[in-house]
């Protein structure tokens, strides 16, 4: 079998090129317009356009399906890479809305970085939270982006405070904004000491017109109002006495986060932080594996897929990989072992990622996320490797909140509805389960939030030509049994429950609500209930 060499003082060169991160967000604080202005500075783009459930504006890069041009949101998580700065940056641009979490959690396993979005008048907000504790859990570096500074916002400092009180983690300002709303002028630069002061464009379609002064340089009165300057002089004094040192390594580890203040929607700040970001974000970093810890510049190439797409591209009705380069080099036609199946797999048709658009790829290293064509082979989770046999950590399901048999009314339509439900099953678009009762044989869709129900009834209807019911059922807790079967026959009869299976053949314990967990946990407490399934490694799923 062939294997893919590469000098290691190459693969060091390469690993220290590359940037990646994931954008963590609350819906509309502004993820997908900064996305498009990053890639606007990226050069990636000429033009940005912002989503909105708009025909008459051009589409988000990042926004391709269907469905999200007609709500103007994100459902879905895609790749887009772009080079700045000598740097290859590979942006996993995630949705924001909650019903779609578990695409981000997901996608959170493959970022070496998450910049946190905040909307500057809201401050943190739920979902934020919520994905927050995803990053924390893996010690993620987190950058802030406060957006938004063009309209009424909360004072800097209040911004600031709540993310050290209420998320336990501390901050650094890398810039200050001067004034805000009606009076944004710009931002101070406390990396090189200079004022950034903006000129609006149009709907910040282009970069950003600005005049850069040095601290000192007496025109600064002239061209900011007298009050504002010393508002902002008098808060920069305070935060430069009082606030945290600048420390890469707290950084790295997820204690301090790099706050920046602007606009994506005008372009105001976007370069800033960008550049910024290239500099203080953590390179591609060992991970663990059941090998230990894999270096980015170990021999052998390695990678794990952390979501499959159906249908990206809907003439084809093709089914996409995205594989995580975690060591070695890739190269196009490589054989490598597939973990899961101890098969050997040709990786041909490799492709690079934006978004919808793909093009043809030779090669990647470690922290590039590459395309490939998925005949079925691959699931979420599942290691690819050359050399030693080795499995990188698993990713998780988390536990859904919302259940509902999905009937399909049209008998003569079983295959194109026992494809469209297996391959959105794969795609992990919604977790699938079963009822114990065997006789019983309609999937049961499993979701965190009632928009993917809807877009799991229109993908089948859109892209499989299936027409669907749905039958909800009254659960809104699921818990995996440890232990499996065998665990839940010792406990006995169990009430206020419903047993079903998901797709792995394990035991789910369903609930109407959290008292009635805590019933049966109390009744049994050997039982022991987990909100995460095991993750699998070496076991197939069942068969719809």
């Given amino acids: 079998m062939a294997t893919s060499t590469v000098s290691e003082a190459v693969l060091t060169e390469e690993v220290e090129k590359r940037r990646n991160f994931a954008i963590i967000s609350h819906p509309d ?27 008459a504006q051009r589409h988000a890069t990042s926004d391709w399906m269907e469905m999200e041009q007609q709500r103007g949101i994100s459902i879905t998580s895609t790749v887009l890479q772009f080079d700045y700065r000598d740097v290859r940056v590979n942006l996993l641009d995630t949705p924001g809305h909650q019903d779609f979490s578990e695409d981000t959690y997901r996608t959170l396993a493959a970022a070496d970085n998450a910049v946190m979005l905040e909307d500057a008048a809201k401050g943190l907000e739920p979902q934020t939270r919520k994905l927050f504790e995803v990053c924390r859990m893996r010690s993620l570096p987190i950058f802030t982006f406060f957006n938004k500074m063009d309209r009424p916002a909360r004072e800097p400092l209040e911004l600031l405070d709540e993310i050290e009180q209420e998320l336990g983690l501390a901050t650094y300002a890398v810039n200050w904004p001067i004034g805000m709303g009606e009076q944004f002028r710009g931002v101070f630069d406390r990396r090189k000491r200079q004022f950034h002061l903006f000129e609006r464009t149009a709907h910040g379609s282009k970069a950003a017109g600005k005049t850069v002064l040095d601290l000192g340089d007496p025109r600064i009165e002239e061209l900011v109002d007298q009050e504002l300057y010393y508002q902002f002089k008098e808060e920069l004094e305070m935060i430069e006495e009082l606030g945290a040192e600048l420390d890469l390594e707290a950084i790295h580890a997820g204690q301090l986060s790099p706050v920046f203040f602007g606009s994506a929607m005008t372009n105001f700040g976007v370069q800033l932080f960008l550049d910024a970001f290239l500099d203080y974000a953590l390179k591609p970093a060992p991970r663990n594996s059941t090998q230990g810890e894999i270096e980015p510049t170990a021999e052998d190439f390695s990678g794990f897929v952390f979501k499959l797409q159906a249908n990206m591209d809907p ?5 996409v990989a995205f594989i995580r380069v975690c060591s070695g080099k890739f190269e196009k036609d490589m054989v490598v072992n597939h973990a899961r199946s101890g098969k050997n797999v040709r990786l041909s048709h490799p492709q690079k990622l934006f978004a919808q658009g793909r093009e043809s790829l030779e090669e990647a290293y470690p922290g590039d996320v590459i395309g490939l064509n998925n005949p079925g082979v691959f699931a979420i989770g599942d290691t690819i490797y050359q050399g030693q046999k080795l499995e990188y950590e698993g990713i998780p399901c988390f536990s859904p909140e919302l259940f509902a048999y999905l009937r399909n009314p049209n008998p003569s339509k079983f295959k194109q509805f026992h494809k469209g439900v297996t391959e959105l099953r794969e795609e992990g678009a919604v977790q699938i ?19 993917q129900f809807e877009v799991v009834q229109f993908r089948l209807q859109n892209e499989y ?6 039958e909800p059922l009254p659960y809104s807790v699921a818990r995996w049994v440890e232990g499996g079967w065998e665990a839940l026959e010792k406990a006995g009869r169990l009430f206020n429950t419903t047993t079903v299976k ?10 109407r609500n959290e008292w009635n967990v805590g019933q049966v946990e109390g009744d049994h407490p050997e039982l022991k209930l987990r909100k995460t399934a095991p993750v699998v490694s070496g076991q197939e799923v069942e068969d719809l």
Avoid: C
């Fill in 502 to 511: 998901d797709s792995w053949g394990r035991p789910v314990l369903l609930f």
């Fill in 29 to 55: 604080a502004g993820k997908t317009t900064l996305t498009e202005k990053l890639l606007l500075y990226g050069g990636a783009i000429h033009e940005a356009g912002a989503v909105k459930a708009r025909r």
């Fill in 315 to 319: 003439k084809h009705r093709d089914r």
């Fill in 433 to 451: 389960m079963f009822s114990a009762d065997e006789s019983k044989r309609d999937p049961i869709l499993a979701a965190v939030g009632q928009l």
């Fill in 465 to 470: 030509n299936v027409d669907t019911r749905l």
